[in-house]
């Protein structure tokens, strides 16, 4: 089993960053392709970023691409997400999540994680 608890969440003007952290316990998560996703209020959830086992590959949504970055330490057993030029479409839970496979673009169509936190909320103001 491996627990995932996401930090970092909090309100943020349209434009600011966030960086948002999902600390691992249990098991080592090196063994682990990580991902994070959001459900805005109302919507389904959706992917956001996914990383490989070593973090050789990544995988965003294009909503996010060259504003969002994940990233991961497998010796502190965190990955993260830094979030910039931050949009109020971006307001949603921000789950973190593992997977025993790397699927990248295949994570687009939903499922294929193990594991998830509880999510943290991210609230960006216009």
């Known amino acids: 089993q491996v627990q995932l608890v996401e930090s970092g969440g909090g309100l943020v003007q349209a434009g600011g960053s966030l960086r948002l952290s999902c600390a691992a316990s249990g098991r080592t998560i090196s063994s682990y392709a990580m991902g994070w996703f959001r459900q805005a209020p109302g919507k389904e959830r959706e992917f956001v970023a996914a990383?490989?086992?070593?973090?050789?590959?990544?995988y965003y949504v294009d909503s996010v691409k060259g504003r969002f970055t994940i990233s991961r330490d497998n010796a502190k057993n965190t990955v993260y997400l830094q979030m910039n030029s931050l949009k109020p479409e971006d307001t949603a839970v921000y789950y973190c999540a593992a997977d025993r496979v790397y699927r990248g673009r295949d994570y687009l169509a939903g499922g294929g994680m193990d594991y998830w936190g509880k999510g943290t909320l991210v609230t960006v103001s216009s």
């Open positions: 990383i490989s086992w070593g973090g050789g590959s990544k």
